[in-house]
């Protein structure tokens, strides 16, 4: 069972010495990870780390529709560090429902690996269309059986919260602000230009105006 692993150089931890013999959610994952040694480490550490803690962990998993931009699915990454900071209680995970990885059950599997016990999946969505009410529902609760002794749910979507309203404001004021500073910059590039020709050309008017219309076209 455990040759892959150990031509990987990977060593197998003395359970003996650990409070408890199993972990749930984990046995039917060893399977798929005698495939994969460079994650049996991971797993066998998780393992342990479910032993020795006193307390269940609670891991959120956040979910959005994915993009074939990778610009896109890495602001996904960035909101889960922001989470992870509010609430360090949590082991934060994300995934994508399509288009690209972590899948949802990756990102399932990812929770669990990091000792959750409870695992909670929010639709990083805005309304409660079909994505947010079947789609990721569905593929969380195929995830899930893989995993037999966890406990998880799915929140609903983002929705109407005061939090977004400041979020709408701040990018509008921001927008605004933005605008202002390029009004100022082009009316400083002006006068910048208009300094340049009147040191160029002085008291010249038909040189100055073919210099402006040079520069113009």
């Known amino acids: 069972m455990y040759s892959a692993v150990r031509k990987q150089g990977y060593q197998q931890p003395n359970t003996a010495e650990w409070p408890c013999r199993s972990t749930p959610g984990l046995p039917s994952i060893w399977k798929g990870l005698i495939q994969r040694p460079e994650r049996f480490q991971m797993a066998l550490q998780a393992s342990y780390n479910h032993c020795m803690r006193t307390e269940p962990r609670k891991a959120i998993l956040l979910v959005d529709h994915g993009s074939r931009l990778a610009e896109a699915n890495n602001l996904l990454a960035e909101i889960a560090k922001l989470v992870e900071q509010s609430g360090p209680e949590y082991i934060v995970q994300q995934a994508h429902m399509e288009l690209a990885e972590p899948t949802i ?31 990721i529902p569905r593929l969380v609760a195929a995830a899930a059986l893989r995993h037999p002794g966890i406990v998880y749910r799915v929140t609903g979507p983002l929705g109407v919260h005061e939090g977004l309203a400041s979020a709408v404001l701040d990018r509008v004021r921001e927008s605004e602000s933005n605008a202002e500073q390029s009004a100022q910059e082009e009316l400083e590039d002006k006068a910048r230009l208009a300094g340049q020709r009147q040191r160029k050309y002085g008291a010249n008017p038909e040189g100055a105006r073919v210099a402006n219309t040079t520069e113009t076209d």
């Open 105 to 135: 059950a990756q990102g399932f599997d990812a929770c669990v690996l990091a000792g959750a016990l409870e695992v909670t999946v929010h639709p990083y969505m805005l309304g409660p269309g079909r994505h947010a009410t079947q789609d």
